[in-house]
């Protein structure tokens, strides 16, 4: 039986609900300082919105469109264990308690280091012990260019983002890696392409861009949220579907606190975002997808003790029997901790 590496997950990610309330600015606690910070509303058709503690508190970025950043408008300050949301689309009143979810990755506290692995400088704020980084680089246009990520191990996904009008041409080592990009703001399959990440796979210290304008426009800046799997906190891979309301078991090794999936061999709905902070019993049945602005609802999945099952039988979104799945998953308690402590799902 594994043992986990992290026991307590929710040092390094935490998912918390808040309410709105726009005249005022709230105060949400997560424990850590949000270095990346997802936030979206879960009774209102606002944006997704992305921001970090590298770009700061007013570069939003949305993972349902390819829009260019927008510094105006909207913005979050951020606190050592606290943020403070400000601004109609992450701070809603009037929809009821606990409308808004935000998902909390733990960096480095906001202080980034200049990164000389590559040919390339990159900015880079690192936690090791979570698998997590945050790189800020800027494109030359010339096929071959690399940039240090800082893990210290090989990542398995890189969410890709031009701080221009670009799509979020993503890399994900379970889907090909240096072959294919999967695009996060969209619902296509996985594409291959050879100029996306240069047709080279990520190392322990580097990854490679093509002359794609995706990830390597010339002057463009990007920004990368990289992560390498960490046992009994982290798992990304895939899975088949089998068409049966028996769905397929995905072993992780913990209880997912957040879990994203998508098809990859064919277009689907998008990317369907699950947590047992919005969903603490089983069936967890309120997703957000990722690539679309709509309110929660619809999906449902059950998060297990050590994994998480399908349920739909034929559903193309999870469970069509040809179907190949990307998922991202992140713990709320490892199965099998340091300690022996045993983590049951509820």
Same mark, same amino acid.
């Given at each position: ?177 240096? %072959? ?34 995706? %990830? ?23 899975? %088949? ?26 277009? %689907? ?78």
């Amino acid at each position: 039986m594994a043992y986990a590496t992290i026991n307590k997950p929710e040092d390094y990610f935490k998912a918390v609900l808040y309410t709105g309330t726009h005249s005022s600015v709230p105060t949400v606690t997560v424990g850590f300082k949000s270095d990346f910070l997802w936030l979206k509303s879960r009774t209102q058709t606002y944006d997704h919105n992305l921001l970090d503690t590298t770009r700061g508190g007013n570069s939003k970025l949305s993972s349902n469109n390819n829009n260019a950043v927008n510094t105006t408008g909207d913005s979050v300050t951020f606190n050592a264990t606290t943020f403070q949301p400000s601004g109609q689309a992450i701070n809603e009143s009037g929809q009821g308690a606990d409308n808004m979810i935000s998902w909390n990755w733990k960096a480095n506290g906001g202080t980034t280091s200049t990164n000389t692995d590559g040919s390339q400088n990159s900015t880079v704020q690192v936690n090791s012990a979570a698998g997590f980084s945050i790189v800020r680089r800027t494109g030359t246009g010339s096929a071959g260019a690399t940039y240090g990520h800082g893990l210290g191990a090989v990542p398995d996904v890189i969410i890709n983002k031009g701080l221009n009008t670009n799509e979020w041409y993503s890399y994900f080592k379970a889907i090909g890696g240096g %072959s294919h990009w999967i695009d996060l703001s969209g619902s296509g399959a996985a594409t291959a392409d050879a100029n996306m990440w240069n047709n080279t796979d990520a190392t322990s210290s580097v990854f490679t861009v093509g002359n794609s304008g995706g %990830s390597n426009g010339n002057g463009v800046e990007y920004i990368n949220y990289c992560f390498t799997s960490i046992q009994g906190y982290s798992k990304f891979g895939t899975y %088949s579907g089998n068409g049966n309301s028996d769905g397929p078991f995905t072993y992780t090794g913990f209880k997912p606190a957040w879990l994203m999936i998508k098809r990859t061999d064919a277009s %689907s709905d998008g990317w369907y975002i699950f947590d047992s902070t919005r969903s603490p019993f089983n069936l967890a049945n309120v997703a957000l997808r990722a690539n679309s602005s709509n309110v929660e609802g619809g999906e449902s999945i059950d998060l297990l003790s050590n994994g998480f099952k399908q349920r739909i039988g034929g559903n193309n979104n999870f469970n069509n029997a040809s179907g190949t799945y990307l998922y991202m998953a992140f713990a709320q308690n490892p199965f099998v901790a340091t300690n022996d402590v045993i983590a049951l799902a509820r």
